[in-house]
């Protein structure tokens, strides 16, 4: 069972230290040995100590500074340690303190002082590793969301952000914590209309969350992308206000598709407008969107009369057309007047995503073609009769 005992790492480079604590600590912990900072360093990744009690004065690398090494490392810096030390002086407690050192034990030691500070400390350590937990948790369902949430402190400054934040605004946590989010990061000619929305949500009493609105933004690169962004109100433990959680989803590729969308519709509005043929646009459930001025004046109506009405309201048998491209049909159309008439009708399919969101269908009046198809007169085929034919000969 000894897996399941605290681990404690003496650091001492005097073996009659290093038995003594064994004496006093290998009942109810389970240990392991380094003679100086050095060693210590090396076994610390592998033992994975919850407690260290380190020896100041050692050859090769000091406790102070072995110490110091431990507190800027991410992955040893919350474990406990204790200085053991025989100095006594008030400089040298401070240049302890300053090293990031937990708490001191003097030499030589006390077994009942040495077992109270190493109990205190693996409580606080336990305590500390549950809210670490909690909070790496938290982090992952954080960096796991599909939209940029960071938090931002009552001078905006970046408290926390997500990875998809991170991955939006092109910059490492380095870079973001600690900084103003509105000043870094929102183009110059918004700044100030987002600050002041920003301040007067925070000052309102009654509204906890604010309505979704787009935000535009410059990432590091330069790139502006805009965002559909949410904020919701944080309060600290007494109920007060205190940081603003915000959310952001980055929606500038379905801007750029719906400002292509729009271009193309504009495109197409102006197209129909000019043809020459008489032409009808429908949307995806066959109703009229645009009609040019042709086709009104073909069928007898005014543009108001029969846009956003279904196609089936002026065909003779209320029909709808097939969505798909074809060509020569002959459809008959009822005209403002009651008549109806036949007409050639060519449709083709506008296409969106691979989804049918449209039809153009282009009308023309058979009456119009009558002159092609009548057969050539008399006089045409006598030219045609009179015309000498060669006759075959020998030479």
């Not at 050095?38 to 050692?58: Q, R, Y």
């Not at 410059?218 to 433990?237: E, F, P």
């Not at 449709?347 to 009046?365: A, R």
């Not at 009179?386 to 075959?392: M, Q, R």
């Amino acid at each position: 069972m000894s897996e399941l005992l605290p681990k404690i790492l003496v650091v001492d480079d005097e073996p009659w230290n290093l038995e003594l604590m064994e004496a006093y600590l290998s009942s109810d912990y389970e240990l392991t040995m380094a003679t100086n900072g050095v060693e210590a360093l090396e076994k610390v990744k592998d033992f994975e100590p919850d407690v260290i009690l380190l020896d100041v004065l050692m050859p090769k690398m000091d406790g102070y500074r072995t110490c110091e090494i431990l507190k800027k490392d991410d992955s040893t810096k919350f474990i406990p340690v204790v200085l053991v030390t025989a100095l006594s002086e008030k400089e040298d407690k401070i240049k302890g303190i300053e090293s990031g050192a937990d708490e001191f034990l003097s030499k030589p030691v006390d077994m009942l002082e040495l077992k109270t500070r190493v109990h205190s400390l693996l409580k606080l350590k336990q305590q500390q590793d549950m809210v670490r937990k909690e909070r790496d948790t938290a982090q992952k369902y954080l960096d796991v969301a599909g939209v940029m949430i960071l938090i931002i402190d009552k001078d905006q400054n970046i408290v926390e952000i997500n990875k998809k934040g991170k991955t939006i605004l092109e910059c490492s946590d380095e870079e973001l914590i600690g900084i103003n989010y509105f000043d870094n990061f929102i183009p110059v000619e918004d700044r100030e209309f987002i600050k002041k929305r920003f301040n007067d949500f925070q000052g309102e009493v009654e509204t906890e969350e604010c309505s979704v609105f787009e935000m535009s933004i410059i990432a590091k690169s330069g790139q502006k992308k805009v965002l559909s962004w949410n904020a919701i109100k944080l309060k600290d433990k007494d109920g007060n206000k205190a940081e603003i959680l915000c959310s952001g989803e980055d929606i500038t590729a379905r801007k750029i598709v719906e400002e292509e969308l729009k271009k193309a519709n504009e495109h197409l509005n102006l197209l129909t407008r000019i043809s020459p043929i008489a032409t009808i646009v429908l949307d995806s459930e066959q109703n009229i969107v645009t009609a040019n001025e042709k086709a009104t004046k073909l069928l007898g109506y005014a543009n108001d009369e029969i846009i956003d009405n279904s196609i089936s309201t002026i065909t003779c048998n209320n029909e709808l057309f097939e969505f798909a491209d074809q060509d020569n049909l002959i459809v008959g159309l009822s005209k403002k007047d009651g008549n109806c008439i036949d007409l050639n009708i060519a449709t083709s399919v506008i296409m969106e995503n691979e989804n049918k969101k449209g039809l153009v269908v282009t009308l023309q009046d058979i009456s119009e073609l009558s002159g092609l198809l009548i057969a050539p007169s008399i006089e045409e085929n006598r030219e045609i009769k009179d015309t000498p034919k060669l006759e075959a000969s020998c030479t």
